[in-house]
């Protein structure tokens, strides 16, 4: 018997159709997403079953000379760096991908910054009809508008980590990152601090960053507390600039008792400039992060934090996108997934 052939033929279209008693339009419809063209939820279901039996997959390349669409999604973030660095970013991006491979798509990630580019890269991106879709994470304040020309000409535009702010414009997904903020620095302060030192993750022109800021600021204001400019310092993704930005902190004599801190990744740096300085966690201060990462747990001490998970932010990014892209999306607006308090040792809940 002659051994078996190393590759064999790819399932195609037509057999997929031939194997559900269906034709290869309705076959193309279910595969591609496209709704309201009279498929029973029984047809849909078989047509699903019997690809996966057969391990078919689009033919990408095929399907974008025929349609003139790349088949393509793209991810723009504000540096590619930042996957090296930020945990939750690269969660994001897992998931993204994940999704984009199960709905037949690529993906391609760009950033908006580095060298030879400015702030608002991505219209470039859109205009050189290298996408049929777009996913914007860490949206920066000055690029709302790039944003919102972006979806008026129809492309469609999901954008994560800006809150509500762009309702109306375009559609938005994310934690509310004031009240997520709030509810950490209201915790410390139901504790007993009044001096909470803050450090945001990135500079305070990335949406999210100016979120919790806002948060932060504003819980102190309600309690009649007045929050001084130099109780905030910023990092730059990285625990190690955590680390910086929290000797910036003690630095500056700050007598602050408590400390929220933008993301996880940031508080690990900020955990260990406090232990350098001899400040004792949480006995001599307080620290809440925000995220809640596989890592949090396993910090020394236990890190406080907001949980969210990037997982799900991913998979309803590309729910939200594929539905646009698929003339679904309906009016811009923000789905807002919820974020909750986690109390570990690091903020000394029960030790007051």
């Known amino acids: ?40 939820e029984a047809t849909h279901a078989r047509v699903l079953a019997v690809a996966d039996e057969l391990g078919y997959r689009p033919n990408i390349a095929a399907r974008t000379l025929a349609g003139g669409a790349s088949a393509t999604v793209g991810l723009v973030m504000p540096q590619a760096t930042h996957l090296y660095d930020d945990v939750f970013l690269a969660h994001l991006v897992g998931s993204i991908n ?26 470039d991106l859109v205009r050189s009809r290298r996408i049929d879709g777009l996913i914007v994470v860490n949206l920066r304040r000055s690029e709302h508008d790039h944003l919102r020309q972006i979806a008026a000409a129809g492309i469609p535009l999901v954008v994560l980590g800006s809150g509500r702010d762009g309702t109306g414009d375009f559609h938005t997904l994310g934690t509310d990152n004031h009240r997520g903020a709030t509810l950490a620095v209201n915790h410390l302060l139901d504790l007993g601090h009044r001096c909470i030192g803050h450090v945001g993750f990135a500079p305070s022109e990335f949406h999210s960053v100016h979120g919790r800021e806002s948060g932060w600021r504003d819980a102190l204001v309600a309690r009649g507390l007045t929050p001084a400019p130099s109780w905030v310092a910023h990092a730059d993704i990285s625990a190690d600039s955590g680390w910086r930005a929290t000797r910036e902190l003690l630095a500056r004599g700050v007598p602050f008792t408590a400390l929220f801190v933008g993301n996880d990744t940031v508080a690990f740096g900020a955990l260990r400039a406090l232990r350098e300085a001899g400040r004792r966690v949480p006995d001599d201060v307080a620290v809440v992060g925000y995220d809640d990462l596989p890592l949090a747990p396993f910090a020394e001490p236990p890190l406080t934090t907001i949980r969210t998970d990037p997982i799900a932010h991913g998979r309803e990014a590309m729910d939200r996108l594929l539905a646009l892209m698929a003339g679904q999306g309906g009016v811009a607006a923000h789905r807002d997934i919820g974020a909750s308090l986690v109390v570990r040792v690091s903020c000394g809940a029960g030790r007051r």
């Open 98 to 123: 994940e999704a984009c491979h199960r709905a037949g798509l690529k993906m391609l990630i760009e950033s908006t910054d580095g060298e030879g580019r400015e702030p608002g890269g991505f219209v």
């Open 1 to 40: 018997m002659p051994p078996a052939p190393l590759l064999t033929t790819s399932p195609t279209s037509a057999e997929v159709a031939r194997r559900a008693g269906v034709s290869r339009t309705t076959v193309s419809f279910v595969l591609n997403g496209v709704r309201n063209r009279g498929i029973s």
